[in-house]
């Protein structure tokens, strides 16, 4: 089962998918927790050069980068773990690429859609966690927290693009889509979460 979590800067959800990481484990199940860009060797080298570096980088460029690590991704850990019973929970996934690059920085939709079927092989998440919050209070949580990536440092329009994406998105999709309210405290959130998870696993015989 490929459980994934997405948002924009801020919502929380690296710390939710923690949270659920631990409970999980807890109860017995073999779960894996993972992330994009990265999750491999090749991906969090990448990641490092990509996300904390000052320089231009065109919108499609970034896109195929973001593709080419999602490969790796996918063909190296995510698949394996899937096909061996395993239930992944990975921070972010393939809707990112069109709330980011799609949406954010204009690359045609179809373009992503065909990539995305190119590098995911079929993989599809069972369930998307979307953490909504709003624009300004995800930033200011990522300015108290850490130094802010390339990413975090775009203007308040593009962020707002994000946000209206993953609405978009999950309206189109309400049944793979899992929306939460972001501003929730962390506990609230978490319960809420793991109460649709273990019951999305009952229903999977897991």
């Known amino acids: 089962m490929l459980i994934t979590f997405e948002g924009i800067e801020g919502c929380g959800k690296t ?3 923690a949270l659920l990481h631990t409970y999980l484990e807890k109860k017995g199940l073999n779960v894996i927790k993972t992330r994009e860009p990265g999750g491999t060797t090749f991906g969090e080298t990448l990641r490092k050069v990509f996300l904390h570096t000052n320089m231009e980088v065109y919108p499609l460029s970034e896109l195929l980068v973001f593709m080419a690590m999602r490969a790796q991704h996918v063909e190296e850990l995510i698949q394996p773990a899937l096909k ?3 239930v992944v929970l990975c921070d972010r996934f393939i809707d990112a690429s069109y709330a980011y690059q799609g949406y954010g920085r204009g690359v045609d939709l179809g373009i ?3 990539l995305n079927r190119l590098v995911t092989k079929g993989v599809r998440p069972n369930l998307t966690v979307l953490l909504d919050c709003s624009v300004e209070n995800g930033l200011k949580r990522k300015a108290e927290s850490a130094d802010m990536d390339r990413f975090e440092k ?3 329009a593009f962020h707002n693009k994000i946000k209206k994406a993953y ?3 999950s309206k189109a999709d309400p049944k793979r889509f ?3 309210d972001g501003s929730l405290d962390i506990d609230t959130i978490h319960r809420t979460i793991r109460k649709k998870v273990v019951a999305l696993l009952k229903n999977y015989g897991i």
């Open 154 to 156: 775009e203007e308040l």
């Open 167 to 169: 609405e978009k998105m």
């Open 178 to 180: 899992f929306v939460i």
């Open 84 to 86: 061996e019973g395993k």
């Open 15 to 17: 710390t939710q998918i």
């Open 112 to 114: 992503i859609e065909t």
